[in-house]
């Protein structure tokens, strides 16, 4: 139902727009390649495990690579030739070989023998992926899925995957549908991803295949016993952005935040690093039936949310085109906005109202992913549960996907199990008291919430003419989104990006990704 009356010329001017701009950053996506894509593509070949100092061998095999040829002919031809040379069968012992020094990398003239191995390889490991795709689509046929909308997203994060698992289980059954375990601070800034099972992490628990596979397990249990199937969100952003949508996928994670964006504005990550990680992340999400959640939400902690509302709507955009272009279905696309309006602000509610209402009605097939309050969180723990409650009644009204149960100690402390219980009273209240409210909520036309949406479409169309004009890399360098100027020629993760030469080869792109 059409309940802002947007106008569909302006709206398929946007999109058109957002293509414009967006186009020119796929192309140098699919003409470049970085150290994590190379050792994602090795992660699906089977390299596992680290050395004594905790680095994987696949970061020891790339870098060992890259000494020798560079990486703009891909890793695959020259790992997979030296493997024939050495006589071996296991890509991990010919990573220990190369780290040890006694294993050296060409690129051979003929190289259609390691082609095909390196095809063999990845393609097991892909086959993995599309198992596990199949696995919970088989779970959710026979245990049920979660009995409404939105989803009800919970965070977890102690630091130790052994008392997150707990409180995972806890929360799934106080009525959580999905269970976000969140990174320790800093992980998103390290070239390479930890091994094994962790305990030592900070306002955050490490993102490790290991613990992947735990918390999956945990859930899988819970899910048996609810009734209905849990699902699993994590991080594929930072430095490691590929090689976290390689595990997730292979170890059927459901979810996993994945902007084109936020690294590069609140990490101060590398623009052509990030845009080149974030395109082979998403081809790995496509295919392995994962949704993404993007972080639109973010511009606003550091940009007033009245004033940068369109930047939002921009940013939104230019995700959905380069989800779409790497593959992504409508129905993955978690995109993200937030209730962030200074309250004190008038008619602060109707303006929240009118931009989720926005997001909602240009991306109507989209679950999206709604955020709560965070920047004007006070301390006064039974302000914020109203101002929560305020920000689940707007979720309702206008048929969000995804809900990010927000905390009343938010910014105070890390939540207690009885902090989150209390949060999820609230949501359980309003979604079980406004039902289906969401289809008598229809705004006047000529009101003050339909002239609001308007204005923020019309504000964002204007943006992305201009950023036409001047390149989305210019645009990011100048500060357009979160306040952030980050110049493509800087940032970190630079030095881990290597234009692709001509007869580079990678074995999990498809042809014309690939010069």
């Not at 890793?75 to 780290?99: I, S, Y």
């Not at 994060?157 to 059954?173: H, L, N, S, W």
Request: charged share 25%; net charge negative.
């Amino acid at each position: 139902m059409d309940k802002l009356g947007l106008d569909p010329t302006v709206v398929a001017r946007a999109r058109r727009l957002a293509e414009r701009a967006g186009a020119p950053v796929v192309q140098l996506a699919r003409s470049h390649t970085t150290v994590s894509v190379e050792r994602a593509v090795l992660r699906l070949a089977g390299v596992s495990g680290a050395d004594s100092d905790g680095i994987p061998w696949v970061n020891r095999l790339v870098d060992a690579v890259r000494a020798d040829v560079g990486l703009g002919h891909g890793v695959a031809v020259p790992v997979f030739d030296a493997l024939a040379r050495e006589g071996l069968d296991d890509v991990t012992v010919l990573a220990q070989k190369a780290a040890a020094g006694s294993v050296r990398f060409g690129v051979p003239e003929r190289s259609g023998p390691a082609k095909r191995a390196a095809r063999r390889a990845t393609t097991a490991g892909l086959k993995r992926v599309d198992r596990r795709r199949i696995e919970r689509e088989r779970l959710i046929a026979r245990l049920g899925d979660a009995p409404r909308r939105p989803w009800i997203y919970l965070i977890v994060a102690t630091g130790d995957i052994y008392e997150d698992i707990p409180q995972a289980q806890a929360a799934a059954r106080a009525g959580a549908d999905v269970i976000a375990v969140i990174r320790s601070t800093g992980q998103s800034l390290l070239d390479y991803v930890p091994e094994g099972a962790t305990r030592e992490g900070f306002a955050g628990t490490y993102a490790t295949q290991e613990n992947f596979r735990l918390m999956r397990s945990a859930l899988d249990e819970t899910s048996r016993e609810l009734g209905r199937y849990v699902r699993l969100t994590n991080y594929a952003s930072g430095l490691c952005m590929p090689e976290m949508a390689v595990m997730a996928g292979l170890e059927r994670l459901d979810m996993m935040l994945n902007d084109s964006m936020y690294g590069i504005l609140f990490r101060d990550i590398n623009p052509i690093r990030t845009f080149v990680d974030q395109r082979f992340s998403r081809q790995i999400h496509a295919r392995a039936g994962i949704i993404i959640n993007t972080g639109e939400d973010n511009y606003l902690t550091t940009a007033d949310a009245v004033e940068a509302a369109h930047t939002v709507t921009v940013s939104q955009l230019l995700n959905e085109y380069f989800a779409h272009e790497a593959g992504l279905a409508d129905w993955q696309l978690g995109l993200g906005h937030a209730f962030e309006i200074n309250p004190e602000v008038p008619d602060s509610f109707r303006m929240e109202l009118a931009h989720a209402l926005l997001a909602r009605e240009l991306f109507p097939d989209a679950p999206l992913k709604w955020m709560p309050p965070t920047k004007h969180m006070t301390g006064d723990v039974f302000r914020g549960n109203l101002l929560d409650g305020f920000f689940n009644l707007a979720g309702v009204l206008t048929g969000q996907g995804i809900l990010l149960v927000g905390m009343m100690t938010e910014a105070v402390v890390t939540p207690w199990l009885s902090d989150r219980d209390i949060a999820l009273q609230n949501v359980r209240y309003v979604l079980g008291g406004a039902g289906d409210l969401h289809e008598d909520f229809v705004p006047a036309p000529g009101g003050f919430i339909r002239s609001r949406a308007h204005h923020v479409l019309g504000e964002a169309v204007e943006l992305l003419e201009k950023i036409v004009d001047d390149t989305l890399l210019n645009a990011i360098a100048d500060g357009t989104f979160g306040i952030m100027k980050r110049p493509a020629d800087r940032g970190k993760g630079l030095d881990g990006v290597a234009a692709q030469e001509p007869g580079y080869f990678n074995p999990v792109l498809p042809a014309e990704d690939q010069r």
